[in-house]
Each structure stands twice: as C-alpha cells, then as structure tokens.
C-alpha cells in the first residue's frame, strides 16, 4: 500500500508562516499529480494547491501570492510553504498523491491523515 504522512501543522499568528510537509512510503512506481488540499470547521473540503510532476502548479485564488507548494520527486515528498497566514487559512490540511505503484498499474488517489493549521492571535 501507500501512507503519505503530513507534518508541520501548528499555531500561528496572523501575519506568520509555516512550511507543511508529506511524505509518499509504500509501494510506489511513480507519482504524478500531488496536492494540497484544506477543510475548514463546517466547511467542505477545498483544493488549496497542486503541482505536477514536472513541476506545474495551480492554486487555489485565495492563497495565491501567499502559499507556495513545491516537491522532491526523488523523495517523494510534497511541501507547501504558507506566508502571510490569516485566520480564514486555519484548516486540517491533507495531502494528495495520484500514484501508480506498478509499472503496469493505473493511477490511485491517497490521502494522508491531515495535520491542523491554526491561525489566531
């Protein structure tokens, strides 16, 4: 299987910054899309940013200019770096990869676990 494993969540003031992480273990051939992805108290869940594994990148509108998300491919590991961070960015954020764990296999979505995000003074 593949476990992808968040980290870097915590409290923040507003104004501040944090760099999340994910990292891809298990059985896995390669990765082609990863993403970030948000969900607020009482709220859906929202793409936040995504990046190919070329290096392509989109993001949400309301993070742009703030958030960048960026990955390793060798490491198979996803970052997302938050500056500027306001209360409304306070989120469980979860990771996305779309893997194929078999050189004949078609791509899967896995979700990490989440790590929580809290933006308040």
Request: charged share 20%; with cysteine; proline share 3%.
């Amino acid at each position: 299987q593949v476990k992808l494993v968040e980290s870097g969540g915590a409290l923040v003031q507003p104004g501040g910054s944090l760099r999340l992480s994910c990292a891809a273990s298990g059985t896995i051939f390669s990765i082609r899309t990863m993403a970030w992805y948000r969900q607020a108290p009482g709220k859906e869940r929202e793409l936040v940013a995504l990046i190919t594994y070329g290096g392509n990148t989109d993001y949400t509108n309301s993070v742009k200019g703030r958030f960048t998300i960026s990955r390793d491919n060798a490491e198979n590991t996803v970052y997302l770096q938050m500056n500027s961070l306001r209360p409304e960015d306070t989120a469980i954020y979860y990771c996305n990869a779309n893997v194929r764990q078999y050189p004949i296999d078609e791509y899967r979505a896995f979700w990490g676990q989440g790590t929580l995000v809290t933006v308040s003074s």
